[in-house]
């Protein structure tokens, strides 16, 4: 049974914007430092971004740092990764994840601090 449920994904020109969605309970919600990862074909899955529950501290990929904003609405138990200037390399499957504590940590990128995960959301950029 899936329990969060991404959207936004889609075929964008480099240079160009999305922004990704991603829906779950509160019971997973409330609590949980959310995150981002994605995986590209013959790659392993990566840690994209994370935020936490409780505090405005946010933790992006040096690679995505100053292109990529993740945002919560805890009203909505939706967590939000905006993605602009977009580059082929950005292109791979997105995925939504919780973590079973509040707080991501320095450790926010490692998937296995996650244990509830979403079904995905292609991305793929064209130069």
């Known amino acids: 049974q899936v329990q969060l449920v991404e959207s936004g994904g889609g075929s964008v020109q480099a240079g160009g914007s999305l922004k990704l969605s991603c829906v779950t309970s509160?019971?997973?919600?409330?609590?949980?430092?959310m995150g981002w990862f994605r995986q590209a074909p013959g790659k392993e899955r990566e840690g994209v971004a994370a935020?936490?529950?409780?505090?405005?501290?946010?933790y992006y990929a040096d690679s995505v740092k100053g292109r990529f904003t993740i945002s919560r609405d805890n009203a909505k138990n939706t967590v939000y990764l905006e993605m602009n200037t977009l580059k082929p390399e950005d292109t791979a499957n997105y995925y939504c994840?919780?973590?079973?504590?509040?707080?991501?940590?320095?450790?926010?990128?490692?998937?296995?601090?996650?244990?509830?995960w979403g079904q995905g959301t292609q991305v793929t950029v064209s130069a």
């Open positions: 509160k019971d997973i919600f409330s609590g949980a430092c």
């Open positions: 994840a919780a973590a079973k504590r509040w707080n991501c940590g320095v450790n926010w990128y490692d998937a296995h601090i996650f244990a509830s």
């Open positions: 935020i936490p529950s409780f505090t405005r501290t946010t």
